[in-house]
């Protein structure tokens, strides 16, 4: 994990000589492309906003950046014979994405008008399950609903921050905005669960049997994680992450909660990394341009979002080739690739994206990036996704990816108290209720549910796995059981 360390270490220094290169290329009308000679584009300019923040740059640059997205989002997506370069979803989900780079700049001229401009453009041409890579077509793109479910998450976010009835510039009013933005992401939540397969991955392309796509994969899980991560104006969830309908293309229709989706999503990830921590992935879903995923950095950043740890073994390829892409001469991280290397705006994204993420996880791990190696491998909970009651007082359990089952034998409390949780509703059962059929006091239910899942942790090898999960039982606390 060397190569790791050595990233981490220097990343904010490279972030800030990667923000200093991108500033001497901004294009005379705000804007930047995929290379630093390019045309500007929407896509490439809102994957340089985040990379300023990430250096802590703002000011004259940001708001010019501001600029070009507010003139260029309802410019580019005309169609091609009316002056536009094509009426493709991506303007608007990554238009959306710079527009909320920089919170502080909301009130920034034409930045709320906007940004209710790509509303109102998301519910004119949603189709059945989210929206398509460019309209006309009927398919549905895993790859721009979860763009767009991400960013409108992100939207629902600040608009909860600003408070409810504030007038912002322009006459965009954050409540009536506010409840437009729901539904659409319920719309594409319902679209992105409904292409999700049994293994807890998404495929490359909607309605066919394809191969699964680590990519897409990846992209569902930060969206899915988006929506479920953020906070109301009262400090309460923004979404309340009650069992949804899961599957219906693949397989058969489960009922799971985002929370678990995501969980099982990234321990699909870490089982395939083989599959992504080296590669780009080709995605010919995208028209007009070819375009391609950083899977080695966009699956990294993924995982860690999930809860696996930055130090984990599984991801040491992918913190290697990172370190290895950054361009000293260039100022700038390289794309890996056939045609050799190049220095681009999408990878320098992709890449400050994936240590962003990592950093924020070692600071809730409350460790350093110089931290040893031993004191702060914390792999990514295990997934438990199928349980059954055994003989004498066993109980068999599965997780996501894996095949096989593990046997966890109980003590006899700890084997009634999974008992009661087991012949429960799948949305659980209060602590009363358990404390009753235990005779036992409430105060020690969550004292023998610790024990049990410390039992369950232990005969997976101490990866860590929770068979039983606290949740809200009409209104009470209580608990459920995982898998369900």
Not at 1 to 19: C, D, I, N, P, Q
Not at 220 to 244: I, K, N, Q
Not at 341 to 346: F, Q, Y
Request: glycine residues 10%; proline residues 5%.
């Amino acid at each position: 994990m060397k190569s790791a360390h050595v990233g981490l270490a220097a990343f904010e220094t490279r972030a800030g000589e990667a923000a200093r290169t991108l500033l001497h290329n901004q294009g005379y009308d705000g804007g930047w492309g995929l290379t630093l000679t390019s045309v500007s584009s929407i896509v490439n300019t809102s994957e340089v906003l985040p990379i300023l923040r990430a250096a802590g740059i703002a000011g004259q640059p940001v708001r010019q950046g501001l600029d070009f997205l507010t003139g260029a989002i309802p410019e580019h997506s005309r169609p091609r014979p009316k002056g536009g370069r094509g009426e493709h979803t991506r303007f608007i989900a990554f238009g959306l994405a710079g527009l909320l780079s920089h919170p502080r700049f909301f009130h920034h001229h034409g930045v709320a008008e906007a940004a209710a401009w790509c509303v109102r453009w998301l519910e004119e041409h949603q189709v059945d399950h989210g929206w398509p890579e460019v309209l006309g077509l009927d398919d549905t793109s895993l790859h721009q609903t979860a763009l767009v479910v991400h960013r409108l998450a992100g939207l629902r976010d600040a608009l909860h921050d600003f408070g409810p009835g504030l007038l912002l510039p322009g006459g965009v009013e954050t409540s009536s905005l506010l409840e437009r933005v729901v539904p659409l992401i319920d719309h594409g939540i319902h679209g992105l669960l409904y292409h999700r397969r049994p293994s807890g991955a998404w495929g490359w392309r909607t309605y066919i049997d394809t191969d699964p796509s680590p990519s897409k994969t990846a992209l569902c899980l930060l969206a899915l994680s988006a929506v479920c991560s953020g906070t109301g104006p009262g400090g309460e969830p923004a979404y309340r992450d009650g069992p949804r309908e899961a599957g219906g293309v693949h397989g058969p229709v489960q009922r799971k909660r985002l929370s678990d989706v995501v969980v099982e999503a990234g321990q699909w990830l870490l089982h395939n990394h083989h599959r992504w921590e080296e590669f780009v992935e080709d995605d010919k879903d995208v028209q007009g341009t070819a375009w391609e995923h950083m899977a080695y950095a966009l699956c990294t950043q993924a995982v860690i979002r999930a809860g696996a740890s930055p130090r984990d073994p599984r991801l040491a390829k992918a913190w290697t080739l990172m370190n290895a892409l950054w361009d000293p001469e260039a100022g700038l991280w390289n794309e890996p690739g056939a045609s050799g290397k190049r220095a681009t705006i999408r990878a320098a994204y992709y890449t400050v994206s994936a240590y962003e993420e990592a950093m924020r996880r070692l600071a809730r791990m409350n460790l350093s990036d110089t931290a040893p190696e031993e004191a702060s491998e914390v792999s990514a909970e295990m997934a438990i996704v199928r349980v059954a009651l055994g003989p004498g007082r066993a109980v068999i359990l599965g997780t996501r990816g894996s095949e096989g089952n593990v046997v966890c034998e109980l003590s006899e409390r700890l084997f009634d108290v999974v008992k009661v949780v087991y012949e429960a509703p799948e949305d659980g059962v209060s602590t009363a209720r358990i404390a009753a059929q235990l005779y036992v006091a409430q105060s020690s239910v969550p004292k023998y549910v610790q024990r049990l899942n410390q039992a369950v942790t232990a005969a997976f090898g101490g990866a860590p796995a929770r068979l039983l999960l606290a949740s809200r039982v009409d209104g009470a606390s209580g608990y459920r059981l995982a898998g369900r």
